[in-house]
């Protein structure tokens, strides 16, 4: 199909949810994308944070296509080997206990304000819900996890939203101090908050954030979905926060294109989900799965050691080129941001970018950059030079 046919049937069939550029990916490797014409983009985007090994990766391949002419699917009244290892895996490296698998970043949201509010249940009884989460955060798009999202934008049109939600400020200990109450059993947040603009939080208020928790016996829930699987340059961000979550969800990057995700839980609330309180029909999706393991295997040490090079190379490039729309950039890892300062809107600049053949992302009122984790040096300079060409 050309391009003028496949807009036609989306125009036609498909809800106008989304607001897309013009253009219809076919195929990708590495992290280059073509599109139904056969021309060729350099991929900043992932998707969005999602292809952590890009397109077509030899091993991920293999692994999907064996499970699937394996196994491709049995439910959760059954045991299957892909879960338990990938299970195994990520406990493991992120010394957590135990994990619950779902399906996408808000549904593994949804498992975690869950699991907190069962773990203070519990433990106090009814009248302890409410969770702390901070302004500027994005945490998905059901009707809980918008609640949960300290965006005004996204509290609209959808009455009445799940309540026991209250916000406070990134970087700022006495804001959360201040919404602080008897009915609040956990704090929730991305370390770098992701839709809000690529936001990293100080350190400093993170670990403080920890200690009021443990003082206040409130959990501390880290959204990983963003961060998470290898994006900032360690396994999860939290990993470079020195702090140890109480429970950590995850999705985007974790199966490598495939749509997975969960929630892992430390010793404090290892076994909230007792048998019958928790479910999803497609959670822990062998096929899925099996595509974790092999994104895990191969974000070993090394590997994310060249993230954070890669990720560094790419922001003093960036800043190197003095191009008077773009400012200051910021982020972990191949999670960047960079600031747009001339006239045009960040989303004008990503529409010239993606017409003149490289793929990225806008983030509050910037640019966002989310490479697969395994761009080359040559795809890098490639993208680069697209980004100097058609912006300076
Ligand atoms: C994308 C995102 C979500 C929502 O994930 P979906 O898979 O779209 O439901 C939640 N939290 C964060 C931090 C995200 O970046």
Redesign the pocket.
């Known amino acids: 199909m050309t391009f003028e046919e496949i807009k036609a049937l989306d125009e036609q069939y498909v809800m106008q949810s989304y607001t897309r550029f013009p253009v219809a990916a076919d195929h990708g490797k590495g992290a280059t994308v073509w599109d139904v014409d056969g021309r060729e983009y350099i991929d900043f985007t992932s998707g969005?944070?999602v292809n952590s090994l890009g397109y077509a990766h030899p091993l991920w391949l293999q692994a999907v296509t064996e499970q699937a002419g394996k196994l491709a699917h049995i439910c959760n009244l059954f045991y299957a080997e892909p879960y338990a290892k990938l299970a195994q895996k990520l406990c493991t490296r992120a010394g957590m206990v135990n994990v619950f698998f779902a399906n996408?970043?808000?549904?593994?949201?949804e498992g975690m304000i869950k699991l907190a509010r069962k773990w203070s249940f519990d433990k106090y009884g009814k009248g302890r819900g409410t969770v702390i989460t901070l302004r500027n955060?994005?945490?998905?798009?059901t009707i809980t996890?918008l609640a949960a999202t300290g965006q005004d934008k996204f509290h609209d049109y959808f009455f009445p939203f799940t309540e026991g939600f209250r916000y406070a400020d990134a970087n700022d200990l006495d804001s959360v101090a201040a919404v602080a109450g008897h009915d609040v059993c956990a704090v929730m947040m991305?370390l770098v908050q992701?839709?809000g603009g690529v936001l990293p939080l100080d350190q400093p208020f993170v670990q403080e954030v920890a200690a009021l928790c443990a003082k206040r016996d409130w959990l501390l829930l880290v959204?990983?979905?963003?961060?998470g699987v290898g994006r900032t340059g360690t396994l999860f961000a939290f990993q470079q926060y020195g702090i140890q979550p109480d429970v950590v969800?995850f999705?985007?990057g974790i199966a490598g294109g495939l749509p997975f995700?969960g929630v892992m839980a430390g010793e404090k609330c290892a076994r909230v989900f007792t048998s019958g309180t928790h479910g999803t029909t497609f959670g822990g999706n062998p096929v899925a799965a099996a595509a974790a393991c092999q994104v895990l295997d191969v974000i070993d040490g090394p590997f994310l050691d060249r993230v954070q090079e890669k990720g560094r190379y790419l922001r003093e490039q960036i800043e190197g080129m003095n191009l008077p729309c773009l400012g200051k950039t910021r982020g972990l890892g191949l999670m960047i941001g960079v600031e747009v300062t001339g006239e045009r809107s960040n989303r004008e600049l990503a529409a010239r970018l993606i017409e003149s053949g490289l793929l990225i992302l806008t983030a509050g009122p910037g640019l966002r950059l989310l490479p697969p984790l395994v761009i080359t040096q040559e795809e890098m300079d490639k993208g680069l030079a697209i980004l100097r060409e058609t912006l300076r």
Do not use: P
């Open positions: 969005i944070g996408s970043g808000a549904e593994s949201n955060s994005f945490h998905g798009r996890t991305e992701g839709e959204d990983e979905v963003q961060t969800s999705a985007k995700g």
